[in-house]
């Protein structure tokens, strides 16, 4: 994938965990009212402050990110389902 994001965006690549319930049953995604789950693949530069300085990012390529159901943008890339979210949106990095 040849995306590069702009500024303080990342772009995310699903997690597909399809869920099950304690008696077995799988629960839609339309079910769930979680935050989503996703892999960052590809990040921008940073945010650029009011001063004209550069933020770096908090997030990096290979985190494991927490999202809100309904954020950013998808798009498709190659039959893939990708999301481009603002870094704002990030609700917190899994840790493994």
């Known amino acids: 994938m040849n995306l590069k994001p702009l500024k303080d965006r ?3 690549k699903y997690s597909d965990e399809p869920e099950k319930s ?3 049953l799988y629960i839609p995604d339309t079910a ?3 935050p989503q789950r996703g892999e960052i693949v590809a990040v921008g530069s ?3 402050t009011d001063d004209g300085k550069v933020q770096p990012m908090e997030v990096k390529i290979g985190d494991v990110v927490l999202f809100e159901k309904y954020s950013g943008s998808k ?3 190659d039959d893939t389902e990708y999301l481009i979210i603002k870094e ?5 990095i899994v840790e493994k």
């Open 10 to 12: 990342v772009v995310v």
């Open 22 to 24: 304690a008696g077995g």
């Open 32 to 34: 769930k009212e979680k």
């Open 46 to 48: 940073g945010k650029i």
């Open 75 to 77: 798009i498709n890339i």
């Open 88 to 92: 704002d949106d990030i609700l917190g």
